[in-house]
């Protein structure tokens, strides 16, 4: 897998974050870039410490792992800082691209303010006020903030290199394909940019015939937060009777939930060009499967619920989580 993409197939938390950590440690990745901004939380579960990233990488935890951040993401200052103290991430192993744009205090003032984004539910951080103002051509730079000097770097010409040299890399979509701007029939209950594998290319600056592999990731039950049509929806007392309620890492908001929808499935698979999927809490819909770490060690009613995502997607499901932690997956490659 020199090249792989990983994207989220519904409306985000789909468990990016999990699938990435592992694959930082399994595949022991040369570069891990993230796209996006500090509206999505990446959830990490390692050495029994929780991590909810809104900019450095999945793959932190890998500390040979060179951590980028895309062209195109947008750079909450503050919140990257923060992370990496969190992290304690080697800040000669952390690259900000140049032309990175930045989001400010202003942009979530911004959007707070806004009446139709209320309507919308953003998760209030400023993304899209701070996109228009990229657009506009009026946004300040990464290269434009003194304080992110030492971590300035080419990561389009880093990671085309590191291509061309062998080397593995692994894109690291945020939030999910149903919130893509332009492609999920969504809008405007959607984010302010395309959530998709190509737009996640596009903003690292890899050319669509350099990807080897575009990994969706689904979650055996679908959760969404913020306004918009969620398909199936189930109650929250449903939702917390089947221990499906789930609360937002990165705002604290409750998220709204409904099963598994292979019809969603398939479109999300197609259109992103998957070739491999990963199938994450499947210990929260049979919970027998927590901390499985083989594919024969699972029921027969979790197996054929794989098999039936497998058929209906069209998809082979590579990867399969079992519980929080980075480790607790089964892979099937
Ligand atoms: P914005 O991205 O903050 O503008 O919010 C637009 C919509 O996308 C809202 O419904 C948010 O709840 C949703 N959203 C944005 N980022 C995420 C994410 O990382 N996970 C889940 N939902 C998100
Ligand atoms: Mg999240």
Redesign the pocket.
Known sequence: MPCSIIVGAF???EGKGKIISYLALKDNLDFCVRTGSV???HTIWYEGKKYALHMVPAAFINPRTRLLVAAGANVHVGQFFKEMELTKADAKLVGIDQNASIIEQKHSDQ?KASAV?KG??????G??PALEERVRRTAKLAKDIPELKPFICDQVAEVNEGLDEGKSVLLEG???FM?SLFLSGGYP????RDTGASAIASEAGVGPTRVDDVIVVFKSFITR????PLPGEITKEEAQKRGWFEV?A?TGRERRSAPFDFDLAKKTAKINGATKGALTKLDIIYPSCRGARNYGDLPNEAKDFIKEVETRSGIPIVFIGTGPGALDLIDRR
């Open positions: 409306w985000g938390d509206n999505a939380a959007d984004n919308i539910g953003t998760t209030g951080w993304v899209g945020t939030q999910g919130l209950y959607v984010t302010g937060v913020g306004a918009g937002a990165g």
